[in-house]
């Protein structure tokens, strides 16, 4: 892997790990509301490192809680939607015939529409959470995968050691399951590790919307969109958590394209 791709695999576990562990080692709480701190700047004097928001909550402290939210709700929607589109693009290229056509119609219907609305259309459906966004983030993401292992299945089942698990009696599944799974799996991780970036994105999309978490939990999205009001008087309140949401995915978005390149090809699916 590259330099560039190490750097950012560094970068993204010293936030996640920041994120989980922040209530081991910060004083401040994220939801701790102080009306003498309110829209403080940024200041090691004051003991608010990176300033306070319009009640006087810590900056710092709701990044570090956000960051928590938004990557896990993020890294979860990934994970359902690659374990969907990878079921089922299995089946639609193993057993191709009517199968495959009403699947991949499925596939040319969701990715016909833009994903952020499309999850915002979902999103609307359901009472707005954590859930919802995962989900919504989901259930439009799922297509993306399903279509590149199926084109991978396609050249795959037509391998000689699959050949060679139907000559010795092998039941479909079997086949499925054992041999083209395996060689399916390096090619679904590698896609989700380059979507994560845009899955940060549309999930901070849907929070400054409202229909992520819910106050008093803290996003990046919902950060951004309670301190656009003060943008001017005080712009390290939207500002902060924009850079946050810049840096994570870039980061994932510069990791997932040195997997690609490390050797791994996303057409082919070979090393």
């Known amino acids: 892997m590259a330099l560039k791709g190490k750097v950012s695999g560094i970068v993204l576990i010293l936030i996640m790990a920041l994120s989980v562990l922040a209530p081991l080692f910060y004083p401040h709480s ?49 994970f359902f939607a690659m374990t969907v589109g990878l079921s089922v693009g299995l089946v639609s290229g193993y057993f191709g015939g009517k199968v495959d056509v009403a699947l991949m119609a499925a596939v040319d219907l969701i990715l016909a529409f833009p994903s ?16 919802t966004v995962m989900l919504a983030i989901a259930s439009v993401g799922w297509a993306s995968f399903a279509r590149l292992v199926r084109g991978h299945v396609l050249s795959v089942r037509e ?4 050949d ?8 479909g599944p079997r086949i499925l399951w054992a041999h083209i ?10 896609l989700m590790a380059v979507k994560l970036g845009g899955y940060i994105i549309t999930e901070a999309s849907l929070s ?15 950060m951004i969109s309670q301190g656009i009001a003060y943008i001017y008087a005080a712009p390290w309140i939207a500002v902060l958590p924009g850079l946050a949401i810049a840096l ?9 394209e040195a997997l690609a390149d490390s050797g791994y090809d996303l057409k082919t699916g070979k090393f």
């Open 116 to 131: 952020l609305l499309l999850a915002i259309g979902v999103s609307v459906v359901l009472p707005p959470g954590t859930l």
């Open 181 to 190: 799974l395996p060689q399916c799996i390096p090619l679904a991780l590698t």
């Open 30 to 78: 994220p939801s701790r509301v102080d009306l003498n701190s309110l829209k403080e700047a940024p200041s090691f004097l004051t003991g608010h490192i990176l300033g306070t928001d319009q009640e006087g909550r810590d900056i710092l402290a709701r990044l570090l809680a956000g960051g928590k939210v938004s990557i896990g709700v993020s890294f979860l929607a990934a």
């Open 208 to 222: 400054f919307l409202g229909l992520g978490a819910q106050p008093p939990n803290a996003t990046w999205g919902a």
């Open 164 to 171: 060679a698990a139907r000559a010795i009696g092998a039941s």
């Open 159 to 162: 391998a000689q050691f699959v």
């Open 248 to 256: 994570t995915a870039f980061c994932f978005n510069v990791l997932g």
